[in-house]
């Protein structure tokens, strides 16, 4: 992976290091820069450092998410004989640097991918344009998700955070960037007058939405958290009265999806793999809406913070926890690694589940 988050990205590869390792495979992750804003400089011997130890390990198997992780997948990991190589389509293709998205479809057309992975069917879409040698080997595997659970009740965790409860909480989780478009959300604030918005994450906007929030006159209801472990977003989750996620583009919306899971009324941008995910059994669990507009947006928290809306978004919270099973995209990932690994590796693998069982 490009750089340690804790955002949606590393939290998918956890699940799936952590189930791989209970399968008896040995597993070690690789962050490329150590931050995700590193300079140049950094950022290159970063990678020179990731190369050397995949040289020195020469694995059986190669996951990579996010641009550059991929393509230094594809290419040291032909290279070095690692026969399975896996990488993910975490960014729309329009948005990735011109000479990273060169070199995936190139590699992506020969035989450096084993495997290419997409999250969603809207992400797949975007790949209708590629060769037709890319998109043999573009596969879909949504993301399981389990969302984090409450561990304290509203007053304790707002207490916590020196949140005061004196009104509508709104929350969104996720990097301060233009991707996630917070400012929306404070441009619509002014027409909130009660409502307090909580942005959990950091990132390199953070002084620009500051003094964006103090322009507007609603710094003193905007709270900026900076980056918080999966637990607390997940207590913060269950003390807000909705969720709000205005994002310009996603591949799947991960932090929406949990959010909703927790019966948490989602207002998002109206895109549509929001739409996608954030459906289960012919119903959504939010409201979507042009969050580009102000008024738009304020008019679609307000109906949120309706009591008939909270009964709806916490109706639908089974169903999107059964769409979105940790379990059966775990199984997915099982099942591709296991014929890369050498025979003594998965006989071992077969005990230690024969044995789980057993227990």
């Not at 998700?145 to 561990?151: K, L, Q, S, Y």
């Not at 906007?205 to 929030?213: C, F, H, K, S, V």
């Not at 989602?266 to 059994?281: Q, W």
Request: hydrophobic share 45%; glycine share 8%.
């Amino acid at each position: 992976m490009h750089a340690d988050e804790n955002g949606g990205v590393e939290m998918l590869a956890r699940l799936i290091e952590a189930d791989l390792r209970a399968a008896g495979a040995n597993v070690d992750t690789l962050f490329l820069y150590p931050a995700f804003a590193a300079g140049a400089g950094a950022k290159l011997a970063g990678l020179g450092r990731a190369l050397w130890r995949l040289a020195r390990a020469r694995p059986d198997v190669i996951i990579a998410y996010q641009p550059t992780a991929s393509v230094m997948a594809g290419l040291v990991g032909r290279a070095i004989g690692c026969p399975v190589r896996i990488v993910h389509q975490t960014t729309k293709p329009a948005t990735i640097h011109p000479v990273s998205r060169t070199f995936d479809r190139w590699l992506g057309c020969g035989a450096f991918y084993s495997l290419n992975i997409a999250n969603s069917h809207a992400t797949l879409a975007e790949f209708d344009d590629y060769p037709a040698a890319y998109r043999a080997r573009l596969k879909l595997i949504p993301h399981g998700v389990a969302p984090p659970e409450p561990r304290t009740g509203r007053a304790g965790t707002l207490l916590r955070f020196d949140i005061p409860d004196d009104g509508p909480i709104l929350l969104n989780a996720g990097r301060l960037s233009e991707q996630k478009a917070q400012q929306r959300i404070i441009a619509a604030l002014p027409l909130l007058p009660k409502a307090r918005l909580v942005l959990a994450g950091g990132g390199p906007l953070e002084p620009a939405y500051r003094e964006y929030a103090r322009a507007a006159g609603v710094d003193q209801r905007v709270h900026f958290l900076g980056y918080l472990d999966r637990e607390q977003v997940g207590d913060l989750m269950g003390a807000a009265d909705a969720f709000v996620f205005p994002s310009t583009w996603e591949t799947f919306g991960l932090a929406a999806v949990e959010a909703a899971m927790l019966g948490v009324p989602v207002v998002a941008s109206d895109l549509p793999v929001l739409r996608e995910v954030l459906s289960a059994e012919g119903r959504t669990a939010a409201r979507f809406v042009n969050c580009s507009k102000p008024e738009l947006l304020a008019n679609a928290i307000t109906a949120a913070l309706a009591p008939d809306s909270l009964a709806q978004a916490k109706s639908l919270g089974p169903g999107l926890r059964h769409k979105h099973s940790q379990e059966t995209m775990l199984a997915a990932y099982r099942a591709i690694v296991w014929p890369g690994v050498p025979p003594a590796s998965a006989a071992r693998a077969d005990k230690v589940q024969q044995d789980g069982a057993r227990r």
